[in-house]
Each structure stands twice: as C-alpha cells, then as structure tokens.
C-alpha cells in the first residue's frame, strides 16, 4: 500500500489541524494505520494508531484528549484531527501502515511498521 499524507500547516498555540492520510490499494482495510512525528534532534514517536476496523485505537499520553485518530475505509484515508496544539506537537508527522490483527492490549506496542507516507510539517508557534 503507498501512503500519502497532507494537512500540516503553521498554527498558533491552541488551533487546530487536521492531517489526512491517503492510501492507495484495494487492501487498506486490512491495514493497522498509525501516525508518528519526528522533532528536530529528538527520535521519532507513535503519537497515535487505529486498527484495521476503526474500533480499537491507541494514544501517547501527551496528546490524549486533543488528538482523534478515525478512519474510512471506503475511501481509503485515515484522518488525525489535533486540537489544543501546543508548541511541543511541532514536529514532522509521518503515516504509517502495517497488515495485521491487532488488540487493545498490542496496538501500543506495534512499531515495525513496514509502509510509510511522506512527512507533512506542523508548526505551532506560541
């Protein structure tokens, strides 16, 4: 599956983004999909990850309750809406995707993540 994601932007602290994370392929459902981020000088994190249905998802601690992960199969894109931006979710956001079953008890540990998008920048000043 090719991953194309988009929606990043320059914000100011407390707005909100919406990325978008395009896929082609017939398969896409199959597929757990998540969203990491790189910072300048700092390793790349999960910052969220949905299962292949849309029913079990996960998130890092520092974005729960700002952050929605969703998706549509149908169409073939899996959304992060960000609100409450904050100066430290300045980072390159990357989707991801990896064929497989996952629970809710897995979905966190899942990193081997073997398809990725291009990154999209989003800039959060304060």
């Known amino acids: 599956v090719q991953l194309q994601a988009s929606g990043g932007g320059l914000v100011q602290a407390g707005g909100s983004l919406r990325l978008s994370c395009a896929a082609s392929?017939?398969?896409?459902?199959?597929?757990?999909v998540g969203w990491f981020r790189q910072a300048p000088g700092k390793e790349r994190e999960l910052v969220t990850s949905?299962?292949?249905?849309?029913?079990?998802?996960y998130y890092t601690d520092s974005v729960k309750g700002r952050f929605t992960i969703s998706r549509d199969n149908a169409k073939n894109t899996v959304s992060l809406q960000m609100n409450s931006l904050k100066p430290e979710d300045t980072a390159v956001y990357y989707c991801?995707?990896?064929?497989?079953?996952?629970?809710?008890?897995?979905?966190?540990?899942?990193?081997?993540?073997?398809?990725w998008g291009q990154g999209t920048q989003v800039t959060v000043s304060s």
């Open positions: 991801a995707a990896k064929m497989g079953i996952v629970t809710t008890k897995t979905i966190s540990a899942l990193t081997d993540y073997d398809n």
């Open positions: 392929g017939r398969t896409f459902g199959r597929y757990v």
């Open positions: 949905i299962n292949h249905s849309g029913v079990i998802t």
